[in-house]
């Protein structure tokens, strides 16, 4: 599996978002403790704030919360509004893994990977924060 830097930076964004005590954050805070540019990072928030994940208000009291609850945001939501490619690639390295282009490993590797793509992509928000209590 291959995530786009996109799909990491809003992992990061959401797990970090879910794993403190505050409620709202600041975009300049959230980009200088993440290590993420804040033009990338705000182009992340507008996506997310689209599919009504977070949102996002501007001003001196704004800042950006989550709309949803946390058990209701799976990984595979984020990777859903930051993906735009199938992320199930070749462990070869051939592009995207196909039955009718098969590599050598295909057929041993395909059981295992798609158990854990389906386990890592099940994950909620509120799964990642309890794990990291």
Same mark, same amino acid.
């Given at each position: 599996?291959?995530?786009?830097?996109?799909?990491?930076?809003?992992?990061?964004?959401?797990?970090?978002?879910?794993?403190?005590?505050?409620?709202?954050?600041?975009?300049?805070?959230?980009?200088?403790?993440?290590?993420?540019?804040?033009?990338?990072?705000?182009?992340?928030?507008?996506?997310?704030?689209?599919?009504?994940?977070?949102?996002?208000?501007? *001003?001196?009291? *704004? *800042?950006?919360?989550?709309?949803?609850?946390?058990?209701?945001?799976?990984?595979?939501?984020?990777?859903?509004?930051?993906?735009?490619?199938?992320?199930?690639?070749?462990?070869?390295?051939? *592009?995207?893994?196909?039955?009718?282009?098969?590599?050598?490993?295909?057929?041993?590797?395909?059981?295992?990977?798609?158990?854990?793509?389906?386990?890592?992509?099940?994950?909620?928000?509120?799964?990642?924060?309890?794990?990291?209590?």
């Amino acid at each position: 599996m291959h995530l786009s830097k996109t799909s990491k930076y809003a992992i990061k964004l959401l797990t970090y978002m879910a794993t403190q005590d505050a409620e709202m954050f600041k975009s300049k805070e959230l980009c200088e403790t993440l290590d993420i540019p804040y033009k990338y990072l705000s182009a992340i928030i507008t996506n997310l704030s689209k599919a009504g994940i977070i949102s996002s208000s501007k *001003g001196r009291n *704004g *800042g950006i919360t989550f709309t949803k609850d946390l058990s209701e945001v799976t990984l595979q939501d984020i990777t859903d509004i930051t993906e735009s490619t199938d992320i199930h690639q070749c462990i070869m390295g051939f *592009g995207k893994c196909k039955e009718s282009d098969k590599c050598l490993l295909h057929d041993s590797w395909k059981a295992p990977k798609e158990s854990v793509v389906n386990d890592f992509l099940s994950q909620t928000l509120q799964d990642i924060k309890n794990n990291a209590s």
